[in-house]
């Protein structure tokens, strides 16, 4: 995980059962969309563009 100027840049594996209970609710359904679309890496970007089946939040 790694923050950028406007948002943060994640790496879709899978976190350990121990991380992953620290997560916010909705950040895994957004990882596991990426590696369900092939994607390694996934940017939240409050300027970027949406996608209807996953949750946006007001920065």
């Given at each position: 995980?790694?923050?950028?100027?406007?948002g943060?840049?994640?790496?879709?594996?899978?976190?350990?059962?121990?991380?992953?209970?620290?997560?916010?609710?909705?950040?895994?359904?957004?990882?596991?969309?990426?590696?369900?679309?092939?994607?390694?890496?996934?940017?939240l970007?409050?300027?970027?563009?949406?996608?209807?089946?996953?949750?946006?939040?007001?920065?």
């Open positions: 995980m790694a923050p950028t100027q406007y943060w840049f994640l790496h879709t594996m899978t976190p350990p059962p121990e991380a992953q209970r620290r997560l916010p609710k909705e950040l895994p359904p957004i990882l596991a969309f990426g590696r369900d679309n092939g994607c390694d890496y996934v940017l970007d409050s300027d970027g563009p949406t996608e209807d089946l996953l949750p946006t939040f007001p920065w």
